[in-house]
C-alpha cells in the first residue's frame, strides 16, 4: 500500500484487474485491521487450486475489488458525491454517507468468510447450533446466540460487536457510521432499493469483480465480458414508493445476456466441475464430523472470540483447517476409516471415485418444482440402493458422499419463478431486487426476462441440474460387483 497525493490524503492499493484503488483514510484502517487481514488467508475458490493451479487468489483481493467495482457503478449512475467530499471524513450529508456506506458494505460482504470459503461453512450450516449454552465470564451460562451459521451473519457480527480499539464497530462508529445499516446493506434488507440492487442482485458489484478475477486466475475464459459497457449503460428509474432503482439502456441489452450467460458457464465449469467439486463436499463432510466430534471451533465459540477480542480468531483460515486435519491424522483423533480416508484425501489430493449412473447425470431441465423433485427422487432411489449393498455387503471401507447442490444454476430467474408463492403482480416485480431491468429510451424500465428480443425469457425457464455422487474405491468394486454400475 502507497501514499498518494490527494487533497484529503489517501492511500492506493494496486489491484491485478484495476490498477492502482484509491481508499479513504477510515478504509485503510478498516483495512489494516486483524478482521480484514484474515481474509488474505483465505482462498477465494477453496480446493479449486487443485484442478486450476492458478487459482491461489484469496478473498482480501476480491472484496477489495468490490469495493472498486461499486464505487465504478455508483458514479456511472449518478448517485456518487465528488472525491473531496467522498475522501472527507467531516462530510456526512444523506448522500457522501450512502455513497461511502456502499463502499464499505463491499469491502465487508464477506468479512465473515469461513475457511475454504463456502466449502466449510455448508458443513457449519448442516451442523447448527449444536451446543444450547455456552459460558460466559464469571462462570455464568446463557443461550448461544441465535445466528444462522453462515457468512453473512458471521459479517454483520463483526461490524456490530467490536467497538473495542481496533474493532470495526469502533472504527465505524469514529467516523459516523451506521453499523445497523451496513449490515442491512450487505444482507440485502436495506431501506433503499438501489442498495440492495446493487449489492445483492443478477448484476451487483459482488458478481462484476468475481468473474472476471476468477477467470483471470483460472486461465478458464468463461468470466469474460463488456464490463466496462455495461457499467457506461447503467442507468436510474423512478420505482414504487418513491426510491430510485437502477437497470441497463436497452443498447447494452445484450451486453447484460453475455454477462449472464458468462456467469451460467462459470458457475457449472468452475465451481460445479467434477473434479475440483469432490474436494468441496470432501472438506464439507471432514468439517461435520470434526465439529460433532468438537475438534472444530463451534460457531458460537466464534462469537465470544469476535466479542472478546480473541486472537484466535484471526487465525481461524485456510492454514487452521489444514492444521486441524494435520492434527487430527497424527493424534488419530477421528477412528472412522471414511473421516480417515477423507481426510488423507484432503491432504495429498487424493479424490474420490466419481459413480457414473444415469440417476447422476447432469443435466438441462425446466425450472420446475415438479420436473426436479422427479429427477430428485430418481437420484434418492439409486442412492438408498447403493447405501443398501454397502450396509449389507460393506466391511467399513466403503463409502459414499453425496452432493445435491441446494442453490440451482440457473442464468437468471424467470418471470414465473420471481412470482412463484408470492401474491405479486408483474408490475411490481419492477421493484424486485434481484432481477436485471433494462430501460428503453423513453426511461421506462421492463423485466430482462420479459422482454421480446431477449434470449433469457427463454434461458430463464432452465436450471442446470448437477448432482454428483463420489466413492471409496472399495465402494465402487463392491458396487460393480453386484452390478448395480
Excluded at 487450486?49 to 476480491?62: K, Q, S
Excluded at 476468477?214 to 414508493?241: E, P, S, V, W
Excluded at 440457473?410 to 419463478?417: C, E, N, Q, R, V
Amino acid at each position: 500500500m502507497a501514499n498518494k497525493t490527494h487533497s484529503h490524503k489517501q492511500a492506493v492499493i494496486f489491484d491485478v484487474m484495476y490498477g492502482f484503488i484509491p481508499v479513504t483514510e477510515w478504509e485503510e484502517k478498516i483495512i489494516n485491521s486483524p478482521f480484514f487481514q484474515r481474509l488474505r488467508w483465505i482462498k477465494q475458490l477453496g480446493f479449486a487450486n487443485y484442478i486450476f493451479p492458478g487459482a491461489e487468489h484469496n478473498r482480501f483481493a476480491h472484496v477489495i475489488g468490490v469495493m472498486h467495482s461499486m464505487d465504478q457503478m455508483i458514479r456511472s449512475l449518478g448517485i456518487g458525491v465528488t472525491d473531496d467530499e467522498l475522501f472527507n471524513p467531516r462530510s456526512r450529508s444523506e448522500a457522501a454517507m450512502l455513497h461511502k456506506s456502499l463502499r464499505i458494505a463491499a469491502m465487508l460482504h464477506d468479512l465473515g468468510t469461513f475457511p475454504f470459503s463456502h466449502a466449510v461453512e455448508n458443513a457449519y450450516m448442516k451442523h447448527g447450533n449444536a451446543r444450547a449454552e455456552r459460558k460466559a465470564k464469571g462462570g455464568k451460562t446463557k443461550a448461544a446466540k441465535e445466528l444462522v451459521n453462515n457468512h453473512e451473519h458471521l459479517g454483520a457480527f463483526i461490524i456490530k460487536n467490536t467497538s473495542y480499539k481496533g474493532g470495526l464497530t469502533a472504527i465505524l462508529e469514529e467516523y459516523g457510521f451506521d453499523v445497523q445499516m451496513i449490515s442491512k446493506i450487505i444482507k440485502g434488507e436495506s431501506p433503499y432499493l438501489i442498495a440492495n440492487q446493487l449489492m445483492h442482485s443478477d448484476l451487483d458489484a459482488d458478481r462484476m469483480d468475481y468473474l472476471l478475477r476468477d477467470g483471470h486466475y483460472t486461465g478458464m475464459k468463461y468470466g469474460q465480458f463488456d464490463r466496462d459497457y455495461i457499467m457506461a449503460n447503467l442507468t436510474l428509474f423512478d420505482a414504487a414508493g418513491g426510491q430510485k432503482a437502477f437497470g441497463v439502456r436497452d443498447n447494452a441489452q445484450h451486453a447484460v445476456e453475455d454477462f449472464l450467460i458468462a456467469r451460467f458457464s462459470w458457475y457449472s465449469q468452475v465451481i460445479k466441475n467434477q473434479a475440483s467439486a469432490k474436494f468441496d463436499i470432501m472438506s464439507t463432510y471432514v468439517t461435520k464430523t470434526l465439529l460433532e466430534y468438537d475438534l472444530m471451533y463451534q460457531f458460537h465459540d466464534l462469537l465470544t472470540m469476535v466479542e472478546e477480542k480473541d486472537e484466535r480468531f484471526f487465525w481461524w483460515n485456510d492454514m487452521y483447517f489444514m492444521q486441524r486435519l494435520q492434527d487430527v491424522r497424527f493424534k488419530r483423533l477421528v477412528r472412522d476409516a471414511r473421516t480417515e480416508e477423507l481426510i488423507e484425501g484432503l491432504m495429498y489430493r487424493k479424490a474420490p471415485k466419481t459413480i457414473r449412473h444415469p440417476a447422476f447425470e447432469h443435466r438441462i431441465i425446466h425450472d420446475s418444482p415438479e420436473e426436479k423433485d422427479r429427477y430428485v427422487r430418481q437420484m434418492s432411489s439409486k442412492v438408498r440402493e447403493i447405501e443398501n449393498i454397502l450396509s449389507k455387503h460393506g466391511t467399513g471401507r466403503e463409502w459414499i458422499l453425496v452432493d445435491l447442490p441446494h442453490k440451482d444454476v440457473t442464468f437468471t430467474k424467470s418471470k414465473k419463478s420471481l412470482t412463484r408463492g408470492k401474491h405479486t403482480s408483474a408490475k411490481s416485480l419492477i421493484n424486485d431486487s434481484e432481477s436485471v431491468k433494462i430501460v428503453d429510451h423513453s426511461g421506462r424500465p421492463s423485466l430482462l426476462v420479459d422482454r421480446e428480443n431477449t434470449l433469457m425469457k427463454h434461458l430463464s425457464g432452465f436450471i442446470n441440474f448437477v448432482p454428483s455422487v463420489y466413492a471409496s474405491q472399495a465402494a465402487i468394486d463392491l458396487l460393480r460387483k453386484k452390478g448395480a454400475i
